[in-house]
């Protein structure tokens, strides 16, 4: 079944997708390779630890404005006189 890459736009084939957790948010190989590799570095710089609920909600914040499902925090901070639309 073809589906659409949240990130980047591209078609997909889902029967191609390696990673079985990368059905959360419908996302191509790469892109979902491209945020595996981000997210491991988010753990890194914030010292984020998995066996904490908090640091797990983090990365997930992080996750949805990876896949343009929530405005990043650099975002929301860039104009505070503008009102979001």
């Not at 078609?11 to 419908?26: L, N, W």
């Not at 988010?42 to 996750?63: G, I, Q, T």
Request: contains cysteine; hydrophobic residues 30%; neutral net charge.
């Amino acid at each position: 079944m073809m589906k659409v890459c949240l990130k980047c736009g591209k078609e997909f084939d889902e029967k191609h997708v390696d990673d079985p957790s990368s059905t959360i948010y419908p996302s191509c190989p790469d892109c979902w390779k491209e945020w595996t590799n981000y997210a491991v570095m988010v753990m890194n710089e914030m010292r984020l630890d998995m066996s904490v609920p908090e640091h797990r909600k983090a990365l997930r914040k992080y996750e949805k404005a990876f896949f343009g499902l929530e405005k990043s925090q650099g975002e929301l901070q860039k104009n505070p006189d503008k009102r979001p639309e």
